[in-house]
């Protein structure tokens, strides 16, 4: 731990005092006045960006060209060893899959997605750097059945657990299949990135294999959440499969389960600056395994231009 000169204090002990919410000194846009212009993105988008944390892009893909990574979803449902693995995570209530950890490095498909031209050139605007992965993972919610996940900062997370200096990552999510009002889109409070909250609860060992199935550490308090939530509101972009979110690392943001008929299934994968390598844990007394956090493959992405599968 390395709490001593932390600039995010979180994960504290009950018997200390609360901190309370604080605003962050980190800009959102990276890339300056100087280069602000330097991407695909106008002034309309990055203000937005700035001002609520997150952009949406309504169909961004074809949604028939979705087709391949459900293909690779049921291929590892009959993959034995990974499976047995740590980068496969079951729901708490059905034991289905839910998430698979580190697509980026056994899937080619996936790959070539993260290295898109038009969302790699998004994210080199915003975070003013060479980008790599931090974390990649598909979701699946099935129907009826899918759980949700409670109000949480991803930063205030890889900042306690992974040690994630700065809040320079964003974070992008495909949809793979429709998002509705129905079956647990992604909720966000819109201008809540502007804020860092520490949060009361030390982090225990290995607290990661509970983590990812329910998130009980990490968690704002009800009272910083309501005044985010009058401040911002809330919002649930949704859309059909092919659509694009793209959310900075500390909005806040949550989903309901899914007690639809219908499943829904995301695409997430978190890009990095190169400028903001992980160190020590500044919260936890060990680091987390390399496909939640990477620490070995940080070389920068090289854009993918020929993507004839997502045209």
Not at 58 to 70: S, Y
Not at 121 to 147: A, T
């Amino acid at each position: 731990m390395s709490q001593a000169s932390d600039a995010f204090p979180s994960r504290l002990k009950e018997s200390e005092d609360r901190v309370a919410p604080f605003i962050r000194t980190d800009p959102v846009v990276h890339s300056g006045n100087k280069y602000r212009w330097h991407g695909p993105l106008d002034e309309v988008a990055l203000s937005k960006y700035e001002r609520d944390g997150f952009l949406w892009f309504e169909g961004f893909f074809n949604q028939e060209r979705m087709a391949p990574f459900f293909d690779e979803l049921l291929e590892m449902a009959q993959d034995k060893e990974l499976l047995a693995s740590d980068q496969v995570i079951r729901d708490p209530t059905t034991g289905d899959i839910r998430s698979v950890f580190a697509m980026h490095e056994f899937s080619e498909h996936f790959s070539r997605l993260t290295r898109d031209p038009r969302i790699l050139g998004m994210v080199r605007q915003l975070l003013g750097s060479e980008v790599y992965i931090h974390q990649s993972r598909i979701n699946d919610k099935l129907g009826f059945e899918g759980s949700g996940f409670y109000w949480h900062s991803d930063f205030e997370t890889w900042h306690s657990e992974d040690g994630m200096p700065r809040m320079r990552a964003v974070s992008a999510s495909l949809m793979l299949t429709d998002n509705s009002e129905f079956n647990g889109p992604l909720m966000l409070i819109p201008g809540s990135h502007h804020y860092f909250i520490p949060c009361v609860g030390e982090t225990p060992d290995l607290n990661w294999r509970q983590s990812l199935r329910s998130q009980r550490l990490g968690i704002p308090d009800q009272k910083a959440l309501k005044m985010m939530a009058d401040r911002g509101g809330i919002q649930a972009p949704k859309g059909p499969a092919g659509s694009l979110m793209l959310f900075e690392c500390n909005t806040l943001h949550a989903s309901n389960a899914n007690i639809s008929p219908w499943p829904r299934s995301n695409l997430f994968f978190v890009y990095n600056s190169v400028d903001n390598l992980l160190k020590e844990p500044y919260a936890a007394n060990s680091e987390r395994p390399d496909f939640l956090g990477a620490r070995e493959n940080t070389t920068p992405l090289t854009m993918h231009d020929d993507f004839p599968e997502l045209a």
